[in-house]
């Protein structure tokens, strides 16, 4: 099933195979991605397209200056003929959320996301409402160089599962996008292959995913490593090391293992810990990217059961 949401995705999104399953690695984990790039690459059609494939209650919220919190959350209203506030919910309650553009909103109105992506729940005026399940948000931001933009803080950056990036297609790929879109676009008829009470069964199966001790311990000695280095300022949290565990769970199971490698770990480092990850000053002024640090780290511990050469642990 996992792996049909990936193939059936994939029909709309076109040469970016890594993204797509990324996304869905995310909606099995129950986590949230933030999709950071240049406008144009595909990022709103990505949420779409796997919001058809699921079958999924989709809302988008469209991120501006002026936007308010209660315009995400919701507000209560007075009834005069109940005499009674009625809650109205805002577009955060549904199955699969596009924010769009979250950087361009105040902090203020950032912050609002907060609560509903680390509880799945929002409180208006002291009254908690629990949001749907599956429950996924896909946002998406422009580079923080562009004008207009907020950055996000470190606290929500954090609640974000994984970060991925499109990038522009190869000629090949672009053209294939032209050649499809001549009589219109593909996801019109894009058909889902997934109700959303069988993504649910899959969020529990994947946790029964076996995952070897040593792995574990791989797990937390890249996370640890980040805290380490003396061109990091801020490492990883722990959600890094909860993040990586069971996104290598539902990577295995997309590609068919009910056991978790090595290299499962690897492939997921960057994704999963760059925006956790605020290089040094120095580091940035030489032009050092987090996820160049976590390739470095990656290449210096050592794999479970060998011995990278040089490599001790501090």
């Not at 209650?57 to 009674?84: A, C, H, M, W």
């Not at 577009?91 to 902090?107: F, G, H, K, Y």
């Not at 005026?125 to 580079?143: D, I, K, W």
Request: charged share 25%; aromatic share 6%; glycine share 6%.
């Amino acid at each position: 099933m996992a792996q049909s949401i990936v193939d059936n995705t994939k029909k709309v999104i076109v040469g970016k195979d890594r993204a797509v399953e990324l996304s869905v690695v995310a909606l099995i984990c129950q986590g949230h991605v933030l999709i950071e790039d240049v406008p144009g690459v595909g990022k709103t059609m990505l949420a779409r397209s796997l919001a058809r494939s699921t079958n999924c209650e989709f809302k988008r919220i469209q991120f501006t200056p002026d936007l308010l919190p209660s315009d995400v959350t919701g507000v209560s209203i007075y009834n005069q003929k109940s005499g009674n506030f009625e809650f109205k919910e805002g577009p955060i309650v549904s199955q699969m959320v596009l924010a769009d553009e979250i950087n361009r909103a105040t902090p203020k109105t950032q912050s609002a996301m907060l609560e509903a992506m680390d509880e799945r729940q929002v409180t208006v005026e002291g009254v908690t409402h629990q949001l749907p399940r599956p429950f996924m948000v896909m946002a998406t931001q422009n580079p923080i160089e562009y004008e207009g933009t907020f950055p996000l803080p470190e606290a929500q950056l954090d609640r974000f599962f994984a970060m991925i990036s499109l990038g522009y297609p190869s000629f090949e790929e672009e053209l294939t996008i032209v050649n499809d879109q001549q009589l219109g676009h593909p996801i019109d008829s894009l058909d889902a292959v997934a109700p959303p009470e069988d993504i649910i069964q899959v969020q529990e199966a994947v946790k029964t995913v076996y995952v070897d001790d040593l792995i574990r311990e791989y797990i937390v000695t890249l996370v640890e490593a980040t805290r380490l280095r003396d061109d990091v300022t801020l490492g990883s949290s722990p959600r890094g090391s909860l993040a990586i565990f069971r996104g290598a769970q539902a990577l295995a199971l997309i590609r068919g293992r009910d056991y978790v490698l090595p290299d499962d770990i690897k492939e997921l480092a960057a994704p999963m810990l760059s925006h956790r990850m605020i290089p040094s000053a120095a580091a940035r002024m030489r032009g050092v990217h987090a996820r160049d640090i976590i390739g470095e780290i990656v290449d210096e511990v050592p794999v479970p059961g060998a011995q990278a050469a040089g490599w001790v642990r501090r």
